[in-house]
């Protein structure tokens, strides 16, 4: 009985904390700027959301779910926080490392002109080779968490560690980009940092003829810091995305690599990434994995505590 009167003492001040977390974790997001809200601060917010949710809530699919849509409005607001300053960013932007990394791979040449020149020599300019790989590469908005979410439903049983894991690829792929800002091929290219060597941007030649006026407001949304491009997080979601949908199956793990294998390729096609974003994407995919494996017995004791105040907020 003194347990019980102990947990209805708590239950108001721990549902109560949770609340307030989960709504800062939204709010100041939003409201930043207009405070001027640190970023280190604002980062903190974000970062309190999912667990804040996990006590809140009880939990069942549509929560675990939530946990994963709270994590990505994290990443979201979090990647183009650099931006704030494009000055400063500017001055930081490394442009020359990735060039010199990919002329010993190319042996002299970048692998995106040798692709590019290659098959515009056995395609025309507009072919439908270069809309398909465009696609493929807008697809990847909705990938790595159409994933997830089918692993949810599909194999709830997986979806802690492949949520946690995915997480962990989009936020340490985003802390990377803060601290070494790198400018992918075509903006080199533009700026005449490639030795001469022209690399075109396909997908927006592709985006605009398909789209119109609609283009430029439309990816100038989605694009957000055109100088994160290390490493890949494209190629390295995708490649979680293909680990993971393989250890809940073999034909969602066929498909997974497909996608992965294919939209490899047409990031470096399409101009968007060096062949070194790509390896260091898979790289940061490998300590992921390895480290989610070694620092599980502190998930698991995080875990425990987080079912503690949720039973405290909710029973």
């Known amino acids: 009985m003194s347990r019980a009167r102990s947990k209805s003492k708590w239950r108001p001040v721990v549902k109560g904390a949770a609340a307030v977390a989960l709504a800062a974790a939204f709010a100041t997001p939003l409201l930043r700027k207009r405070l001027n809200v640190p970023a280190g601060a604002t980062v903190a917010a974000m970062a309190a959301g999912p667990p804040a949710l996990a006590v809140l809530k009880p939990r069942t699919r549509a929560r675990d779910a939530g946990l994963y849509f709270v994590q990505m409005w994290g990443f979201l607001n979090a990647k183009d926080m650099p931006t704030d300053d494009p000055v400063a960013l500017r001055e930081r932007l490394r442009v020359d490392y990735p060039i010199r990394a990919d002329m010993a791979i190319g042996r002299g040449e970048l692998p995106n002109m040798r692709l590019q020149r290659a098959l515009s020599g056995v395609l025309p300019a507009g072919n439908p080779l270069e809309s398909t790989l465009s696609w493929v590469h807008w697809l990847w908005f909705f990938e790595p968490h159409v994933s997830v979410v089918w692993i949810l439903a599909r194999h709830p049983e997986l979806f802690p560690s492949s949520a946690r894991q995915m997480a962990a690829v989009f936020d340490l792929g985003c802390a990377v980009y803060g601290a070494v800002p790198t400018a992918p091929p075509w903006w080199a290219s533009e700026q005449g ?59 969602e793990g066929t498909l997974g690599w497909a996608y992965c294998a294919t939209l490899g390729f047409a990031l470096v096609y399409l101009g968007e990434h060096y062949v070194i974003d790509l ?33 405290i907020a909710n029973d």
């Open 193 to 251: 940092r490639t030795d001469g060597q022209e690399v075109r941007r396909i997908m927006v030649e592709v985006g605009k003829k398909r789209w119109g006026r609609a283009w430029e407001p439309m990816y100038g949304y989605l694009g957000g810091n055109p100088w994160a491009a290390m490493p890949s997080l494209h190629f390295g979601a995708s490649l979680m995305a293909a680990i993971l949908l393989s250890e809940a199956g073999p034909v």
């Open 279 to 311: 390896i260091a994407g898979a790289a940061l995919v490998l300590a992921v994995r390895k480290g989610d494996q070694a620092l599980d017995p502190v998930a698991q004791v995080v875990s425990r505590a987080l079912q503690r105040l949720e039973r």
